[in-house]
């Protein structure tokens, strides 16, 4: 928001409810029309129309959001963006050529960032710096010099930052998290995610790049910073496949799943990762691979932990998984059971002089959403409730569930497993210099 109408609102925010969450009926009180948040779109992706729009929709009239912008550098995703928004809003949306254009707009107050994966961190760099609160998908960053750079900005800055890391907003989750944290799960010992799925399309977009030329958009704008080379279609529109536009598997999929790990161990970071995998089955020019086994290691000498993360692409139910071990039992966020399986026994216990060592059954959330695996939702509930959290987040200026340094932790997690794939190494992160290193070098490309 432009200063005025930001410091009206958070003024306004604290004097009447002491700054705490509000009701519909608390923002009507204190919030004209005329203090509407103005919100820009950038990048029209299928993940923000598909997902993101609807969990949007659910909320922006209660809590007295618009959408008047989109920006997108490719003219047909930038006039359907236009169409599309101007059909749902009833009111004119400014088509921006690029984000320069967007932060030129009198009173844009929040953007939506949904673009190419190596783009987030930069977009967000943009965005706070125009004085503009974001919701940044995930993977915040790509490259530790980028995340380094946008976690600089977004400190240094007044903004309100939401990752995209909708379980932060899922009540089974915020369950695990105090269960684990009170201490009655015990140290973790173990954590196994996986995440498969059987899509032949999955990141494919054939019949867009047909139409993509470049003369219809800005490729070296694109780029940003990553280093120039020629006009890629398949490079621009089916980024997850190619390196250094994404890591792939870990930056779309891990990057959720580590984040819990961070959240619910309050570790920052793994010590070490590897990782292998290739190219097995889907043989069509993509270089990010279709199978993927990453190895790290969390904790310290006291007391440390193992983590597992498995995915593959051509055999799969849609139905990621995440199952934290303890001595005592297992926490499967699945099924939201707290069990005593796998857990220390009596008569194990006992040729030992120890106790055993049980959880209790239980189940950790009633109220739980489940999580999907593709890609393109339609404003599932854990976005709905994590898009919702924003919003409120952008007019009670409190932090969000998946504030900037969310994204930070997830995302160094996902550039070591990246450097682990890339080189074969074992790769471990320096904690003074804050980069990741491979064969004893920085990571970079």
């Not at 820009?40 to 993940?47: A, K, P, T």
């Not at 998290?177 to 494919?204: C, D, H, T």
């Not at 190619?242 to 930056?251: A, I, N, V």
């Not at 005593?340 to 950790?364: F, S, T, V, Y």
Request: with cysteine; net charge positive.
């Amino acid at each position: 928001m432009k200063t005025s109408r930001r410091t009206f609102i958070k003024k306004s925010a604290i004097a009447s409810l002491g700054a705490v969450a509000f009701s519909a009926k608390s923002y009507a009180n204190i919030i004209g029309a005329n203090d509407r948040v103005r919100v820009g779109v950038v990048g029209f992706s299928d993940r923000f129309r598909q997902s993101l729009f609807p969990a949007f929709q659910n909320h922006y009239q209660e809590l007295n959001f618009d959408i008047v912008a989109v920006s997108d550098l490719w003219k047909k995703r930038r006039e359907e963006g236009q169409a599309f928004l101007k059909e749902k809003f009833g009111h004119d949306i400014q088509a921006c050529l690029n984000n320069d254009e967007l932060y030129k707009i009198k009173d844009i107050d929040a953007v939506i960032i949904s673009t190419a994966d190596f783009q987030h961190a930069l977009h967000t760099i943009e965005a706070v710096k125009a004085g503009c609160d974001t919701y940044t998908e995930k993977p915040f960053a790509e490259t530790m010099e980028d995340n380094r750079a946008a976690l600089k900005a977004v400190k240094e800055s007044k903004q309100i930052v939401q990752i995209g890391s909708q379980r932060r907003s899922g009540a089974n989750y915020h369950a695990a998290a105090e269960y684990i944290q009170s201490g009655k799960f015990g140290p973790i010992v173990m954590v196994e995610l996986n995440w498969n799925v059987n899509q032949p399309g999955r990141w494919r977009r054939p019949a867009l790049v047909a139409e993509l030329r470049e003369q219809d958009t800005d490729w070296k704008r694109f780029l940003m910073n990553r280093p120039f080379e020629n006009f890629d279609p398949r490079k621009y529109l089916e980024y997850r496949l190619f390196w250094p536009y994404s890591s792939g598997m870990p930056g779309q999929w891990m990057s959720h799943q580590i984040d819990t790990v961070h959240w619910f161990s309050g570790l920052k970071h793994p010590r070490s990762v590897v990782a292998n995998g290739g190219v097995y089955f889907w043989k069509d020019g993509r270089k990010n691979w279709d199978t993927t086994t990453a190895v790290f290691d969390y904790g310290d000498d006291k007391q440390g932990f193992q983590v597992q993360f498995t995915s593959r692409m051509m055999n799969g139910d849609e139905n990621p998984a995440e199952i934290y071990y303890s001595n005592g039992g297992e926490l499967n966020l699945n099924t939201n059971k707290l069990s005593p399986k796998g857990g220390l026994r009596e008569n194990h216990a006992k040729a030992m002089n120890m106790q055993a060592n049980l959880l209790p059954e239980l189940d950790i959330s009633q109220n739980s959403a489940k999580v999907v695996a593709s890609a393109n939702t339609g404003g599932d509930a854990l976005t709905s409730a994590h898009m919702r959290n924003w919003m409120e987040c952008v007019r009670s200026r409190q932090q969000p569930n998946a504030p900037v340094e969310a994204g930070y932790m997830h995302s160094i997690a996902t550039i070591m497993t990246n450097a682990a794939v890339r080189t074969g190494a074992k790769v471990t992160f320096d904690e003074e210099k804050q980069e990741v290193m491979a064969n004893g070098k920085v990571f970079k490309y």
